[in-house]
Nanobody
Framework: QVQLVESGGGLVQAGRSLSLSCAASGRTFTNYVMGWFRQAPGKERDFVAAIKWSGARTDYADSVKGRFTLSRDNAKNTVSLQMNSLKPDDTAVYYC?????????????????WGQGTQVTVSS
């Protein structure tokens, strides 16, 4: 049983930083792609970033490129999203997700494992 547990959300002022973590368990994730998505009230769930569990390749949405950094710790089975220069538009519930595959993917429907989400609120 794959489990993804997010942590690290909270309330922060615009311009500040916040780090989210996703702890993955239940199997070996060597051939998995790990992604972060976010969903603001009344809006669709949007792609934020993705990383392959093997290798160094990452992908970022244009809205966060240069501000967010995604990394993984294979020993701890965690994926972390460092968010800098936060803006009020970054306010959303952030979800960690995973699927078994070899290509990067931005479409949520390809991810079949999801965490419960963590709230990030950026005040102006």
């Amino acid at each position: 049983q794959v489990q993804l547990v997010e942590s690290g959300g909270g309330l922060v002022q615009a311009g500040r930083s916040l780090s989210l973590s996703c702890a993955a368990s239940g199997r070996t994730f060597t051939n998995y792609v790990m992604g972060w998505f976010r969903q603001a009230p009344g809006k669709e769930r949007d792609f934020v970033a993705a990383i392959k569990w093997s290798g160094a390749r990452t992908d970022y949405a244009d809205s966060v490129k240069g501000r967010f950094t995604l990394s993984r710790d294979n020993a701890k089975n965690t994926v972390s999203l460092q968010m800098n220069s936060l803006k009020p538009d970054d306010t959303a519930v952030y979800y960690c997700a995973a699927f078994q595959g070899f290509t990067m993917e931005r479409r949520a429907r390809f991810y079949n494992y999801w965490g419960q989400g963590t709230q990030v609120t950026v005040s102006s």
